[in-house]
T-cell receptor, first 117, second 113 residues
Framework: GAGVSQTPSNKVTEKGKYVELRCDPISGHTALYWYRQSLGQGPEFLIY????????DSGLPNDRFFAVRPEGSVSTLKIQRTERGDSAVYLCASSFERGNSGANVLTFGAGSRLTVL | DQQVKQNSPSLSVQEGRISILNCDYTNSMFDYFLWYKKYPAEGPTFLIS?????DKNEDGRFTVFLNKSAKHLSLHIVPSQPGDSAVYFCAAHAEGSNYKLTFGKGTLLTVNP
């Protein structure tokens, strides 16, 4: 597609439930990223995929959070036993792999707003 | 410990005048700095970047200045237009970990007609 597509755009769930957030990156972008933006904050790094593998998941807050990218394209962020503190906008981004030179310009999707009641 | 700080939550400017958005950082390992613009209900969109070996980068109405010794950068928008009204995020990354952008909290710019 022309841009990074994220679904759902809005998700309201109850505390303790399981949620999945989906990201469809720009065609040809091999790198995929998940960030989380809480109210009044800037986006915070969660996880980075190079192809199918998670190259760095150090930003995931705890083991309730997990992300997959089985075929190297679409990614799903999975949150188990949701808590009210998980409420945020979850942003997905993609880019070409550029090695270690130059500014890494990420293209972001519109985000999935998660509200945990 | 905020490594990228945008100390002004908001800024209001008259159309046609200059907008100056400021950003400070603490991590001397950062090699690249980026500015993103965000409209409501949209994702952040890339605006302009600068390498730590430069002190200025210009793209049309947008110029970013970097003062490495002061660990300070600023984004200048001249002339400001009402369509520039958005939240502006400063972000940074090191060369070796270019997948991990560190963002500031953002500054809401309002350009009044």
């Amino acid at each position: 597609g022309a841009g990074v597509s994220q679904t759902p755009s809005n998700k309201v769930t109850e505390k303790g439930k399981y949620v999945e957030l989906r990201c469809d990156p720009i065609s040809g972008h091999t790198a995929l990223y998940w960030y989380r933006q809480s109210l009044g904050q800037g986006p915070e790094f969660l996880i980075y995929f190079q192809g199918t593998g998670a190259a760095d998941d150090s930003g995931l807050p705890n083991d309730r959070f997990f992300a997959v990218r089985p075929e190297g394209s679409v990614s799903t962020l999975k949150i188990q036993r949701t808590e009210r503190g998980d409420s945020a906008v979850y942003l997905c981004a993609s880019s070409f792999e550029r090695g270690n030179s130059g500014a890494n310009v990420l293209t972001f999707g519109a985000g999935s707003r998660l509200t945990v009641l | 410990d905020q490594q990228v700080k945008q100390n002004s939550p908001s800024l209001s400017v008259q159309e046609g005048r200059i907008s100056i958005l400021n950003c400070d950082y603490t991590n001397s390992m950062f090699d690249y700095f980026l500015w993103y613009k965000k409209y409501p209900a949209e994702g952040p969109t890339f605006l302009i970047s600068i390498s730590s070996i430069k002190d200025k980068n210009e793209d049309g109405r947008f110029t970013v200045f970097l003062n490495k010794s002061a660990k300070h950068l600023s984004l200048h928008i001249v002339p400001s237009q009402p369509g520039d009204s958005a939240v502006y995020f400063c972000a940074a990354h090191a060369e070796g970990s270019n997948y991990k952008l560190t963002f500031g909290k953002g500054t809401l710019l309002t350009v009044n007609p």
